[in-house]
């Protein structure tokens, strides 16, 4: 049974940071590509991050680069997207997200919400 499961998530004021986690299972971990997306309310899921299967390079939004980094851990099954210098706009749900198109893949955790106030 496939499972992502994100934790982390929390009310913070602006400037501070937040690591969020995402372990995963039910599939082999190393050969997806992994995602991190957020949704603000009244707003379309927006793609925030993503690093690639092995090798590790990654690409960001440009709304959070500077600020949020991708890594992986393919010998727990976990990403991880830590988020500095948060900003209010970044309140939102953030979704894990593992893709294979190869596969046929496309695996979704249940999201963690995150607020940035004051």
């Known amino acids: 049974q496939v499972q992502l499961v994100e934790s982390g998530g929390g009310l913070v004021q602006p400037g501070e940071s937040l690591r969020l986690s995402c372990a995963a299972s039910?599939?082999?971990?190393?050969?997806?590509?992994m995602n991190w997306h957020r949704q603000a309310p009244g707003k379309e899921r927006e793609l925030v991050a993503t690093?690639?299967?092995?090798?590790?390079?990654?690409n960001y939004a440009d709304s959070v680069k500077g600020r949020f980094t991708i890594s992986r851990d393919n010998r727990k099954n976990t990403v991880y997207l830590q988020m500095n210098s948060l900003k209010p706009e970044d309140t939102a749900v953030y979704y894990c997200?593992?893709?294979?198109?190869?596969?046929?893949?496309?695996?979704w955790g249940r999201g963690t919400q995150v607020t940035v106030s004051s």
């Open positions: 039910g599939f082999t971990f190393s050969y997806y590509v």
């Open positions: 690093i690639a299967s092995l090798s590790g390079s990654s």
């Open positions: 997200n593992a893709r294979n198109t190869d596969l046929g893949g496309d695996y």
